[in-house]
């Protein structure tokens, strides 16, 4: 069973490296959220790691502020070159723990979260069945789709793509993207973002 969600998400103080991040700009919440399209309540819940942000929002506020993603999700202690991490050790995070969750069709898992200075971030991502597409996200570097279970609509640009289990999926995440389950049943795939800086 992975990790309880908001417990080890504290631990990594995600909330607070954004908060600190936002305030070395001098920004109020109120700047940050409008910048990032998101409700100021949603930013200060997440600022106090009372609801922990998707992967979207991650990268939003990634690309935003310049960073690498992985810089949320790696700790100062772990001085390793090489990170194992167990079935139970993945970070957890359900859509029905987060506030946006009337917008997340998803549940996912990070698969290596402790590792420094990292370029990969690999997640185990698990749709529910979509009737339409979410929003589009663009952000720089590069992502890669696996699908493990089921079938998973891609939207990249003006394509339309179809993935069923075992099917492959290599692009450029700075055209516009979105990804849904289709057809009933829990929908699995790897996914691999290499989120480089422009």
């Known amino acids: 069973m992975p990790h309880s969600t908001i417990n080890e998400l504290k631990q990594l103080g995600i909330g607070k490296k954004i908060r600190n991040l936002r305030e070395s700009r001098n920004w109020t919440q109120d700047e940050m959220a409008a910048k990032l399209g998101l409700s100021k309540v949603l930013l200060g819940q997440i600022e106090e790691e009372v609801v922990p942000p998707t992967v979207a929002t991650l990268l939003n506020i990634s690309k935003l502020l310049s960073i690498g993603i992985d810089y949320f999700f790696t700790s100062d202690e772990f001085t390793g070159k090489i990170e194992v991490t167990r079935s ?5 995070v359900h859509h029905e723990d987060l506030a946006e969750a009337g917008r997340l069709t998803y549940n996912y898992e990070s698969l290596a979260y402790r590792l420094p200075k990292k370029h990969m971030e690999p997640f185990f991502v698990e749709f529910d069945e979509s009737e339409q597409l979410g929003d589009e996200l663009t952000h720089d570097g590069e992502e890669f789709v696996h699908v493990l279970e089921g079938s998973l609509e891609l939207k990249i640009g003006d394509d339309l793509v179809v993935l069923e ?4 999926m290599y692009f450029y995440a700075d055209v516009p993207h979105a990804i849904r389950g289709i057809g009933p049943g829990k929908h699995k795939a790897i996914i691999v973002l290499y989120p480089f800086e422009s």
């Open 88 to 92: 139970n050790e993945r970070l957890s």
């Open 165 to 168: 289990a075992g099917d492959s």
